[in-house]
């Protein structure tokens, strides 16, 4: 039938633009991620940089010691800074103390813990810069772009099994990548479902 064959070319024309569009919205949303995981990596050395413990970046600058209560700690990392480690309700945070005066243990922690201010004497708080990195890197185009996508209503049909079950959280970012070519695929396979009942019923009726 001529309109059949319409109908099919029109949907061979839409199935073909719509798994285009998956790829391309997976190689975008692939590339965003790599980008996002580069600008981590950055975010470590950065902290690092600081003086900071390089794992404590994707803890966003503490530690968490499980309920075991420990002494403040403080490490020599040069000639002029320090590093102090002082557990707070069940974690543990850390500073950096950069000073060309002579302190002891006692007053470095003391500073670090009280806040204070002191001439001569800088205090780099880990959590606090490792969260204006994180947010510098929220702030890139590449996180935009994976924030804007995972914020869609629809995504939450796809995504709510890695979202609610622990057990499949690391699976989390490989699906919101190939979200996009899954959604392709399927509305594909609606169309050309519908395609079909509808020229199933139509002979249907023809036949009688």
């Known amino acids: 039938m001529p309109l059949e064959r ?15 569009l998956g790829v391309a919205c997976l190689s975008a949303l692939a590339a965003a991620s790599a980008w996002s995981a580069h600008l981590d990596r950055q975010m470590a050395v ?7 413990p390089p794992e404590i970046a994707m803890r966003r600058g503490f530690e968490y010691d499980g309920g ?30 950069r ?20 001439p001569g004497v800088e205090v780099v708080d880990c ?5 204006e990195f994180s947010r510098q890197n929220r702030a890139s185009s590449a996180n935009r772009l994976i924030d804007w996508w995972i914020e869609r209503p629809f ?7 890695f979202v609610t079950f622990t057990s499949l959280e690391i699976a989390f970012v490989p ?3 190939a979200s996009p070519l899954v959604i392709a695929v399927s509305l594909t396979a609606l ?5 079909y009942v509808v020229r199933w019923i139509g002979r249907g009726f023809s036949d009688n």
């Open 46 to 52: 950065r902290v690092t940089a600081e003086g900071c």
């Open 6 to 20: 319409g109908f099919r070319r029109i949907l061979l024309v839409l199935s073909i633009v719509l798994l285009a």
């Open 99 to 118: 000073t060309s005066r002579e302190l002891t243990d006692v007053q470095m922690i003391q500073i670090v813990d009280d806040g204070r201010t002191l």
């Open 175 to 177: 699906a919101v990548i």
């Open 127 to 131: 959590l606090l810069a490792t969260m």
């Open 68 to 97: 075991i209560k420990v002494s403040p700690v403080v490490s020599r990392l040069s000639g002029s800074r320090w590093r102090i480690a002082i557990p707070k309700h069940s974690h543990t945070y850390f500073y950096v103390l």
């Open 191 to 195: 169309a050309w479902g519908l395609f």
């Open 155 to 161: 995504m939450w049909l796809l995504l709510w099994p």
